[in-house]
Nanobody, 128 residues
Framework: QVQLVESGGGLVQPGESLRLSCAAS????????IAWVRQAPGKEREAVSC??????????NYGNSVKGRFAISRDDARHTVYLQLNSLKPEDTAIYYC???????????????????WGQGTQVTVSS
């Protein structure tokens, strides 16, 4: 059974940083692409980033609103995917989810959010 557990969220001030973690169990993380998706109150889900399996292309992408500020990485030995959030802005406030479709490559559509398996999410609040 696929299980994804996010952690690392919190309350920070604008300009600060956070590192989110997505711990995977119940499947071989090495084989799968993992994505981060966020949802702010009253808004639709927004694709943040995706990283493909190292056994595949090792491709990664970012949404336009986070390019240059966020960085995705994976440590398959630790069964974990990370999202480093830098230069945070109030508009980054959202619940951040990790998700997967159980395939090696990220979806070719960088806006894709229709994943089959999701974690429970971790809250990120950016406020002064």
């Amino acid at each position: 059974q696929v299980q994804l557990v996010e952690s690392g969220g919190g309350l920070v001030q604008p300009g600060e940083s956070l590192r989110l973690s997505c711990a995977a169990s119940g499947f071989i993380l090495d084989d799968y692409a993992i994505a981060w998706v966020r949802q702010a109150p009253g808004k639709e889900r927004e694709a943040v980033s995706c990283i493909s399996s190292n056994h595949g292309s090792a491709y990664y992408n970012y949404g336009n609103s986070v390019k240059g500020r966020f960085a995705i990485s994976r440590d398959d030995a630790r069964h974990t995917v990370y999202l480093q959030l830098n230069s945070l802005k109030p508009e980054d406030t959202a619940i951040y989810y990790c998700a997967t479709d159980g395939v090696p490559e990220c979806n070719g559509n960088s806006y894709y959010t229709g994943y089959s398996d999701w974690g429970q999410g971790t809250q990120v609040t950016v406020s002064s």
